[in-house]
């Protein structure tokens, strides 16, 4: 027999969890299917255990880029999520939309189609809004009351406390909520966690499903192809733990949310996409659209590394006795540095024109933080890692098929700090930053500064530093953007509905038309609220869309596993 569902969504990330989510409980069947494992683990149910993770684990899957010939031939990692919640499982969670300027630049860019449904910041705020249960915020921007559990710090280190004091002094402004009415400044950010565990797409929208039938996930589940009939979507083809292919069909849409870099290999093994690219390697093009995988955009990350003069910050706080000690101060009290995600406090400035919208978020993190790539080229002692991230950058880059062989990563672009514009901004970006370790009260705890040179802060030097050092920022959008009609490059409609295949969308980031200013983990989960509504017709006007609110320390299995 034929197995059936209502809908089919593959990828059971930020933006799959929650559209599920809203869809099993507007009555529809569903099934939601992972490639990665289980969410359940300590080290990510704890705010800062994915430093432990980060440079190797099977939760994540490492895309290796292409040699950067503009980096000088450097090939770095992007790390992306192979677990059930996507990248709100495994990353340091970090909760920011963006800025309303970013939503009504894709109005702009949307409007004008006869069935357009509205991609302003008037109509995204109601799905962030009634999404979030803020534990300090509630007013017109803030909800209280909804599954995704956000929270200010639970512990803040005196490294961040002494550089949010710094950038003060600096002249730029407290920010009590970045996510207020304006982003300029610096403070401390709000975190996707509770008392100590993390609030994932998983935990908020899929555990409390956990005995309904309508929703049926499958773990370690990867979908290898979309099945298409007579230019309709019907089902996929999708490969379990023990090597077996399934085919399963829906009555409904098919869904794709496998995020910015696989969702494009995914349209492009099924036959939709760029018709040359897909006749070199021998699939028969379905749908000829030459936007898919292109138009790949990052927000492009450089770290600024101090030494310090005593034992400040998280050095060695999660290894041998200090990690057993922190342990049983969180087992007993529910308090210390496991309550932290690593990073705490942050900064929006514009280093060049300080009252226009900002142009650098900047992360602190209370340790010497670097990538696989570039371990061990700063001493491994106390320290203090600033990162400076262009937030609207220009760059653009590319995913294109490897082979046809769906267990082929595909060859992966990101072109970060590439475009002219991106490389000053984060040049001054730099500059700026560079300046809070030289500034009271963080410069009476620094040795002296790692990277770059202080010495030199030519825009030749910095560059040279950059093109060593840069690296994603966790956000690959864009690869399957919505557009118009006229736009030849747009994969998508306003209403996320893949162009000239029925049945069939995209709610991941690949359909962002241009990245939002910050990180992109709640702008994700918003997408696949957005998709359900588009496909149920239902606003969202209640928290109950979403299901049952799951208790902070209340159950955390995870819904229907087949």
């Known amino acids: 027999m034929k197995e059936r569902f209502d809908h089919i969504i593959v990828g059971g990330g930020s933006s799959g969890s929650v559209a599920a989510a809203r869809l099993v409980n507007e009555g529809r069947r569903v099934l939601l299917l992972e490639g990665g494992y289980s969410h359940r683990h300590p080290l990510l149910d704890m705010p800062p255990g994915i430093f432990k993770m980060i440079n ?32 709100s499982s495994v990353n340091a969670q970090v909760y920011m939309r963006g800025r309303p300027s970013d939503y009504d630049e894709w109005h702009e860019m949307l409007r004008g ?62 920010n009590p ?30 555990a409390p499903l956990a005995d309904n039938p309508n929703l049926v996930i499958r773990l370690q589940s990867r ?24 085919r399963v069909y829906a009555d409904g849409e098919v869904i794709v949310a496998s995020g910015a870099l696989v969702t ?27 936007g898919i995988g292109e138009n790949l955009v990052d927000h492009p990350e450089v ?54 919208e900002p142009t650098i978020q900047a992360f602190c ?52 700090l590439k475009h002219p514009d991106d490389a ?20 009476e705890r620094i040795e002296r500064v790692s990277i770059p040179d202080p010495n030199d802060l030519s825009d030749e030097a910095i560059m040279k530093h950059c093109r060593r050092f840069v690296k994603t920022n966790y956000h690959p959008s864009g690869t399957c953007r919505m557009g118009t009609a006229s736009d030849p490059m747009a994969v998508l409609d306003s209403r996320l509905r893949v162009r000239g295949i029925e049945n069939l969308r995209v709610c991941d980031l690949s359909a962002m038309p241009n990245i939002n200013a910050g990180n992109t983990n709640a702008p994700a989960m918003m997408l696949g609220s957005r998709c359900a509504e588009l496909i149920t017709g239902r606003p969202t006007i209640s928290t109950s869309q979403f299901g049952p609110r799951l208790s902070e320390q209340g159950d955390m299995s995870v819904a229907t596993l087949s």
């Open 56 to 87: 190797g684990s099977k939760y994540m899957r490492y895309h290796h880029t292409i040699p950067q010939e503009h980096l000088d031939g450097r090939v770095h990692d992007i790390p992306q999520a192979n677990v059930l919640g996507g990248g």
């Open 264 to 290: 494009p290999q995914l349209l492009m093994l099924s036959g939709i996409g760029p018709a040359g690219q897909l006749r070199e390697h021998g699939i028969p093009c379905i749908a000829d659209l030459p």
């Open 365 to 416: 993190v209370p340790i010497i933080y670097l990538d696989r790539d570039t371990l061990g080229l700063v001493d491994d002692t106390y320290g203090l890692t600033i990162t400076t991230v262009v937030v609207k950058p220009k760059s653009r880059g590319f995913v294109r098929l490897r082979s046809a062989d769906p267990e082929d990563m595909p060859l992966v672009s990101p072109n970060l």
């Open 113 to 174: 189609e006869n069935d357009y449904p509205g991609w302003g910041w008037s109509d995204v705020l109601p799905h962030f809004r009634t999404m979030e249960g803020n534990n300090r915020l509630y007013n017109e921007l803030h909800g209280a009351d909804g599954p995704l559990l956000v929270s200010d710090p639970g512990h803040i280190n005196d490294m961040s406390r002494w550089f949010v004091q710094a950038i003060q002094a600096l002249g730029e402004p407290f």
């Open 177 to 206: 909520d970045f996510n207020g009415s304006k982003q300029r400044g610096v403070g401390f950010y709000q975190f996707m966690n509770r008392r100590g565990r993390r609030s994932s797409a998983a935990y908020a929208f899929l």
């Open 424 to 443: 000053q901004a984060m040049i001054d970006g730099q500059r700026f930053f560079i300046r809070a370790f030289e500034t009271s009260p963080l410069a």
């Open 223 to 246: 979908v290898r192809k979309i099945e298409i009939e007579n230019g309709r979507a019907i089902g996929v083809t999708y490969r379990d733990a023990k090597g077996i292919d399934h």
């Open 303 to 356: 770290p600024l590394i101090a030494k310090a003069n005593g034992p400040y910050g998280y050095y060695k706080q999660g290894i041998g006795w200090r990690m057993l000690l922190n342990g049983l101060h969180f087992r007993l009290f529910r308090s210390g540095p496991i309550l932290s995600a690593g990073v705490e406090a942050g900064a929006f400035v514009n280093p060049r024109d300080p009252d226009a």
